[in-house]
């Protein structure tokens, strides 16, 4: 079946480590999103991606980093420099552009709660 | 900027009675869409329901339907015959190009 996996679904870390969430898409979709998601609040967006090789900062990219090598993929580094990474991590893709008829909603994948002790 | 305000940090409901959801947006962009999502306890992000700005009728989707009023930037989520199963986060969304911002969302509760 098509569809977006985020993995590990929990992850602990200490302060000071990087770490680096996964999130492969089979959609065929162009655009790839990362959202943080704090407890009883909305998602706000970190990065997000267009097309391979391409991505732009979302409102709160400081302290995470993205790359997009593959179409499939969108990892995000949680860099040491994140001053609060205890969150839960959203990643979607859409298909926004591939034509004027498809509504471009965002799928989502099942999501990653990252605790840092 | 985009901006994207949801003022009902909680709503109930009586079972089998229809609630309305409140969202109100911004934007400069003539071109957007808007989305409503639901968020259960598990997490997941469940698309509900799309409208398009150029869009000239209100989108429904079974018992979902989105009250679209251009002129006063709403797009309120109108759910009827609400069931226990409801219950949830839900959250506007709106789209400016490929960027996709959400509201800080509704937590309804279905009462039986």
């Known amino acids: 079946d098509g569809g977006i996996t985020q993995s590990p679904k929990y992850l602990f870390r200490k302060e000071g480590q990087n770490v680096t969430l996964s999130c492969e898409q089979n959609?065929?979709?162009?655009?790839m999103y990362w959202y943080r998601q704090d407890p009883g609040q909305g998602l706000r967006l970190i990065y997000y991606?267009?097309?391979?090789?391409?991505?732009q900062k979302g409102d709160i990219a400081e302290g995470y980093s993205v790359s997009r090598e593959k179409k499939e993929s969108f990892p995000l580094t949680v860099t040491s420099a994140q001053k609060n990474p205890t969150a839960f991590y959203l990643c979607?893709?859409?298909?926004?552009?591939?034509?004027?008829?498809?509504?471009?909603?965002?799928?989502f994948g099942e999501g990653s709660r990252l605790t840092v002790l | 900027a985009q901006k994207i305000t949801q003022t009902q940090p909680g709503m109930f409901v009586q079972e089998k009675e229809a609630v309305t959801l409140d969202c109100t947006y911004d934007t400069s962009d003539p071109s957007y869409g808007l989305f409503w999502y639901k968020q259960p306890s598990s997490g997941e992000m469940i698309f509900l329901i799309y409208q398009g700005s150029y869009d000239q009728q209100n989108a429904t989707e079974g018992r979902y339907s989105l009250n679209f009023q251009k002129a006063r930037k709403s797009a309120n989520l109108v759910i009827s015959a609400s069931q226990l199963g409801d219950s949830a986060m839900y959250f506007c969304a709106m789209r400016e190009s490929y960027k996709y911002i959400f509201g800080t969302g509704t937590r309804l509760k279905v009462l039986a």
């Open positions: 959609l065929n979709h162009d655009a």
């Open positions: 979607a893709s859409s298909s926004r552009g591939l034509a004027e008829t498809n509504t471009g909603e965002l799928f």
């Open positions: 991606s267009q097309i391979v090789n391409d991505f």
